[in-house]
């Protein structure tokens, strides 16, 4: 699994569509929302409670600016207040209303906080950099935040800050609220993209969800959302693949790696780690040996292709020991099963013999592969084979 490092450059440039979401935001005017919130956000400023101002001061922005749509319920008898051309004909395709009317809304006391909120987010976002060169990250995180808050109550959606302070949370581990925030701008197909910066983000963005989530062991479906949008990413299919690992999801683990192959059929290691989930499946065995074949084709000195595929091999010895060992009498039939089962013993071991003995090739000092080809050849009656690597057992201890 390979590890990804993040970074992004400090934020430094500073320079309003919402989902309908609440009973009060549909059915109130936006001139006495916009008179609760400015309320609110003198507040709050005066308390010093920063995040919260900034909160209040975007919907602030929200309700003097832009437009809104008008629309009488026929049920209900009241106005409906809608922020976007899409919820309102969503709203009237579904229910029963009068011919909506758009308004312009009229800013009020926005302009006259502007100043402010300006010499303030300039403030949270000099402190957010220093919080994040500090690494202070939980700090740096709701910093950028209230800059986001706060740059929008200015008018201007600027969603890098937010994209900032979910790798800022990532860095403090709180990998929930990182994912949180990267779920949001994933919905909106963010790139961070600008006229203050160039470089499209939307790739790191799932790039660093889904590195929170093999993190924290946990899975959410936009792991999915990530391999569809690139299907051909081989670090992303890597990650979704360790994800699924480390949450318990083995049935969709085995099918992206399946993908992964298909993506990219000369990487051994897939087929070792689709071997891998083959060998927890005693009627897959076969699969598995399949699987550690080709990591070794692919790479002819894959230590571990080599043990998992002894591994495979040598699987059914414990069966065939106990069988021989519960039929060790004189009758003509134990007799029977017992040399039955010798043979197959035998030829099991004559099947993994070569690959230990490559293993042996690539690391001659390694104790368990010179003790296991000890073992086979003494099961085989090679005494001279066996002497050898007797002989090279002491060699590796001196």
Known sequence: MKKLLFSLGLVLAMTTSFAQTNTEELTTEPSALAEKYNKSAKENLAKGDVTKASQDLAKLAKYENGKVWQVKNKDSKKDEFYYSQADVDKAVAG???????QVDLQPKYGFLLQSEVSNLANKELEGANKAMEAKKFQEAGAKFLNVYSLVEALGTKEEIYKYQAAICFYNANDFDKSLTILK????????GVSANQTKNYNRDLYVLALNGLYTAKKYDPIVEEATAKYPNDADINSIATGIYQVSG??????QRIEEAIKINPNDGQNYYNLGVLYLDDASKAEEAKKMFKKAIELNPKHLEAYNNLVLAILRPDKDIVEVMNNNLGSSKKEKEIYNANEAKRKAIFS???PYLEKMYEIEPTNRVVIRNLIQANKTLGDDKKETFYREAEKKSVK
Not at 184 to 191: G, N, Q, R, V
Request: aromatic share 8%; charged share 40%; no cysteine.
């Open 95 to 101: 229910g029963n209303y009068a011919k909506p009317k």
């Open 249 to 254: 999801n083995g049935d969709k683990m085995r």
């Open 184 to 191: 949001e701008l994933a919905a909106k197909d963010f790139t």
């Open 351 to 353: 099947e993994a013999i």
